[in-house]
């Protein structure tokens, strides 16, 4: 499909980066064949992921509420209904929903067959790195 104009359709570009939000480059595209992934997650009010980092790149549109995403240095990142993300990889981090409605998220992976989408890391140290 080209950029012409269509005349019932309206599109807004909600992002075009090749950086995650904290301001890191996001990796190379890996070697092979592609596997694309499309999640729909919904977080109760009050609830918290466990710590994690994602091994393959990740997009998001927050559809519903707000959610947190907070690094194991202590950068945090709210995002709103209706903005987007690009999460880190490689990164050790968190989401939560802090907010008194559920968060409603959609995200997008670029991934390999057989490659986590996450991977969940130990909590014995998160008081210490947070």
Not at 6 to 16: A, I, K, S, W, Y
Not at 19 to 47: M, N, T
């Amino acid at each position: 499909m080209t950029d012409k104009k269509m005349p019932h359709v309206q599109t807004t570009e909600l992002l075009r980066t090749s950086q995650s939000w904290d301001g890191a480059e996001l990796p190379d595209y890996p070697q092979g064949r592609p596997e694309l992934v499309c999640r729909k997650y919904i977080f109760p009010a009050g609830e918290r992921l466990p710590l994690h980092h994602h091994p393959v790149m990740n997009l998001g549109i927050l559809v519903e509420g707000e959610l947190t995403i907070v690094c194991s240095d202590g950068l945090r990142k709210t995002i709103h209904a209706g903005e987007a993300i690009v999460e880190m990889v490689g990164t050790v981090h968190y989401g939560e929903n802090s907010g008194t409605q559920d968060a409603v998220l959609y995200m997008f992976y670029l991934s390999q067959r057989d490659t986590p989408l996450s991977v969940q890391q130990a909590e014995e140290n998160r008081q210490s790195q947070f």
